[in-house]
């Protein structure tokens, strides 16, 4: 099963993740941002969601300390295309960074990517 990690205090986008995930039989896991690097550590190969809206320079720092992303696949999700947090994040090991409805319209297909790329599900 792929789990779907999202750091985020969106209540909307959280609904929204639901329900995709719902739809693809996917794990949802909501962790609080301190709780991040744990639960990355047990969840490895995971789709890992971070919204930069909030704190983005704290998300990109967290990302920057992974010394090995392995399978794991890093998301950022903006309010905007903000180019120079889109930069920086790509810079810092996130593999994508997304707006918001971009995320959600293009989800399924990441979802399917992930499946596709990982013989284990």
């Known amino acids: 099963m792929i789990s779907i990690i999202a750091v985020t205090e969106d209540w909307m986008l959280t609904a929204r993740l639901a329900k995709v995930c719902s739809d693809f ?8 941002i ?15 969601l971070l919204d930069l809206t909030t704190n983005p320079d704290q998300m990109i720092k967290m990302v920057k300390g992974i010394q090995n992303p392995g399978q ?21 090991g996130f593999q994508m960074v997304f707006t918001k409805r971009g995320f ?3 989800l399924g ?3 399917r990517q ?8």
């Open 104 to 106: 959600i319209r293009n």
């Open 109 to 111: 297909l990441v979802i």
């Open 34 to 48: 301190d709780e991040f690097l744990a639960v990355y550590r047990s969840n490895g190969s995971g789709i890992f």
């Open 72 to 92: 794991a696949m890093i998301l950022g999700v903006t309010g905007n295309h903000i180019k120079t947090i889109r930069n920086q994040a790509i810079d810092h």
């Open 114 to 121: 992930r499946i596709r790329n990982d013989p284990g599900n």
């Open 25 to 32: 039989g996917c794990q949802l896991i909501l962790p609080r």
